[in-house]
Each structure stands twice: as structure tokens, then as C-alpha cells.
């Protein structure tokens, strides 16, 4: 089981990115599936969550401007992030709660870096 992120780059300050993240291998069903970013020198934090319900969470520093969103039959989870800044600079990992062969296991993906320029 691997999650695979992509949608990364450069942008200017105010411009879009969508990054997405596919789950792949022998996955019985995904729980909670959340996008985490790290900054040089900060702590990874997170910054959405979508459960298996569909509800959805957001830090206070992304709200009204990134939207999380997933496609269980893709077994994939995107991030919208529109209205960018450059302090939404970091890599950004996405993290998936899954069942796998009877076991819930956490997986994390390699990270995508998100780099806002002013």
C-alpha cells in the first residue's frame, strides 16, 4: 500500500493549486484521509481532514481558501488552494487511515512542495 501525491509547483501569491493523492495497493476501505504541510524550521501541521462521513475540517490559517475534497472510488483525496500566500509555503504530505488485510493501518505519502511566491 503506497499513497502517491502530485499537483505541487511555484505559483504567485493569490494563484490556485490542486494537489491529489491516490492510495493504491490491497485497501478494504479508507477512513479518514488529511493533507499536512511542513515549513523550514516549523512543525508539520495539519491543515484538512475529510472522514469516511464526508465531513470536513480546516486550520484557521486555510479556511475559505482550501478545500479538501475526496473520490472513495478512486481511493484519492485532493486539495484545492486558491488565494495562495506565500506563508502557505511548505511541503505538503497527505496521511490516510486505511483497512488493509483486516488491519487499520496509518500511511502517510512522500511529500509535494507548494512554493508561493510574492
Known amino acids: 500500500v503506497q499513497l502517491q501525491a502530485s499537483g505541487g509547483g511555484l505559483v504567485q501569491a493569490g494563484g490556485s493549486l490542486r494537489l491529489s493523492c491516490e492510495a493504491s495497493?490491497?485497501?478494504?476501505?479508507?477512513?479518514?484521509m488529511e493533507w499536512y504541510r511542513q515549513a523550514p524550521g516549523k512543525r508539520r501541521e495539519l491543515v484538512a481532514t475529510?472522514?469516511?462521513?464526508?465531513?470536513?475540517n480546516y486550520a484557521d490559517s486555510v479556511k475559505g481558501r482550501f478545500t479538501i475534497s475526496r473520490d472513495n472510488a478512486k481511493k484519492t483525496v485532493f486539495l484545492q488552494m486558491n488565494s495562495l500566500k506565500p506563508e502557505d509555503t511548505a511541503v505538503y504530505y497527505c496521511?490516510?487511515?486505511?483497512?488493509?488485510?483486516?488491519?487499520?493501518?496509518?500511511?502517510w505519502g512522500h511529500g509535494t512542495q507548494v512554493t508561493v511566491s510574492s
Open positions: 496521511f490516510a487511515r486505511l483497512v488493509t488485510t483486516g488491519r487499520l493501518t496509518d500511511y
Open positions: 495497493g490491497t485497501i478494504f476501505s479508507i477512513n479518514d
Open positions: 475529510t472522514t469516511s462521513g464526508g465531513n470536513t
